[in-house]
């Protein structure tokens, strides 16, 4: 059997693997009061760094743009983001975060940190980790590969 082959025969694992720790992360997000959705939803808001728009939300997180008004509001009424006009063009609404919702995604983020990190010290033997780490850095490229959008 070609090396290819065998690649190609690992991949559902890998991917049910890959699954499975996201599946964990989240219960771990629900077990902290948020749901995960709020969370995907104020990290991007962070990553665009006061540049964010409730648009560019859904299409980055593939979420229906009725869906992100509705979170939106209530991040909004929670005092987690602020909502600005965009002063080049009054039609956008520039979202970011206040400083309860950074405190909030920095606590939430740190926590599920610390659950993976244990979960790697339980589970893994330090050589192991040390690849998983190798290998995070390697999937980060993988997601931002553009090929096989389905």
Do not use: Y
């Not at 070609?2 to 599946?23: F, G």
């Not at 869906?67 to 939106?72: E, G, P, R, S, Y």
């Amino acid at each position: 059997m070609k090396d290819t082959d065998k690649r190609r025969q690992a991949v559902p694992s890998l991917r049910n693997s890959i699954v499975a720790v996201a599946r964990r992360l989240k219960q771990s997000a629900k077990l902290q009061g948020e749901t995960w959705t709020n969370l995907m939803v104020l990290g991007a808001i962070e990553r665009d760094d006061g540049q964010a728009t409730p648009t560019q939300i859904a299409f980055d997180l593939d979420l229906r743009s009725s869906n992100v008004a509705q979170i939106l509001g209530e991040l909004d009424e929670r005092d987690l983001i602020e909502k600005k006009s965009d002063p080049a063009d009054k039609r956008k609404t520039r979202l970011s975060l206040t400083e309860t919702g950074r405190v909030l995604l920095f606590k939430t983020r740190s926590q599920r940190d610390d659950w993976l990190f244990e979960a790697m010290n339980e589970c893994l033997s330090e050589q192991e980790q040390d690849l998983l780490i190798a290998a995070g850095e390697i999937m980060h490229r993988l997601s931002l590969a553009r090929h096989g959008k389905g």
